[in-house]
């Protein structure tokens, strides 16, 4: 089997912008040859939020490839960091660097490293890992935003174990306070952290009533349905108006039948009969 057969041309596009169906299979056979390639982890993460990435990348964001410094572009930050892979892929797949590179992933001496990283790496706003830091670093920038007059949004894509973390809640607390409204928060709810699930290691219900209670506007939506999620983060924003949180309930291991809702492919790298039967699910050439 040739380990990386998908090189440019990238997703077939429409309009200019990739198809986000084709974009979210695109990105996950990526990340299985990525994390298997280099002997990194966390491919169930990058799997579950692998729609809500196409989705944006796919039209929602307002992004300049030839351009990502761009003032007037939309900020995305991933806070849920050790999901970088997935990322990487996106940016790839829209032109910011050449898809070839992603076989690099996770090397001495590459730019892109396990946890995503925006040293040298043309499209990531923010190095995240150590979770609990993205909303915080993401309320700034919207709050910087409305002080500049700026019209750009701020988009965080959070997992549902970061919230386990305080300094989330003051961020949140934050925004909903300064009525953030131009920030967009995405929890991909796929219900299993690192070693159990959400549940049995720090119950997160009643989730949407907690974001509701800080004075944010709280929506909840199939995280694999591309119309639901571009319906809802297309959405006019008011830049005086309340926060979004987008709840996105999203299964680990989205795609791949024997990783879906396991645990173990938090932190279990595909490699051999695996890799290649994790490609076929996905489809497209093995």
């Known amino acids: 089997m040739d380990a990386w057969p998908e090189t440019q041309p990238q997703s077939p596009t429409n309009g200019g912008l990739p198809d986000s169906t084709l974009l979210a299979q695109r990105i996950r056979r990526h990340a299985v040859r990525m994390t298997s390639s280099g002997g990194s982890s966390h491919v169930g993460s990058i799997l579950s939020m692998a729609d809500i990435v196409a989705v944006l990348y796919a039209g929602i964001l307002r992004v300049d490839p030839a ?4 003032p007037r572009r939309d900020r995305f930050i991933l806070s849920k960091g050790h999901a970088g892979a997935g990322v990487y892929a996106a940016l790839a797949e829209r ?3 050449g ?3 992603l076989r690099d992933h996770y090397r001495n001496g590459s730019v892109f490293s396990g946890h995503v990283s925006h040293k040298g790496v043309p499209g990531v706003e923010l190095s995240t890992g150590s979770l609990g830091h993205g909303l915080g670093v993401g309320c700034g920038m919207a709050y910087a935003a409305r002080l500049s007059g700026s019209s750009h949004r701020v988009f965080v894509l ?3 174990g970061e919230c386990d973390e305080g300094s989330n809640w003051e961020a949140i607390l934050f925004a909903g306070h300064h009525r953030l409204g ?6 991909d709810y796929n219900k299993i ?7 049995s290691t720090l119950g997160l219900e009643p989730f949407g009533e907690k974001w509701r ?3 944010w506007d709280v929506r909840e939506v199939d995280g694999h349905d591309h119309a639901a999620l571009r319906e809802t983060l297309a959405a006019e924003t008011n830049s005086d108006g ?8 999203t299964t680990k291991g989205k795609g791949v039948p024997f990783m879906e809702n396991s645990v173990l492919w938090h932190y279990r790298t595909a490699q051999g009969e695996e890799l290649e039967a994790a490609l076929s699910a996905l489809g497209g050439p093995t």
Do not use: K, Y
């Not at 952290?193 to 549940?199: C, H, N, Y």
């Not at 309340?242 to 309930?249: K, M």
């Open 67 to 70: 351009n990502p410094s761009w």
């Open 95 to 97: 032109g910011f660097f």
């Open 99 to 101: 898809v070839e590179r």
């Open 158 to 160: 959070m997992s549902d």
């Open 182 to 187: 131009r920030l967009t928060v995405i929890i």
């Open 193 to 199: 952290q690192s070693l159990a699930s959400t549940e």
């Open 213 to 215: 209670s800080f004075r």
């Open 242 to 249: 309340p926060p979004l949180c987008v709840v996105a309930h």
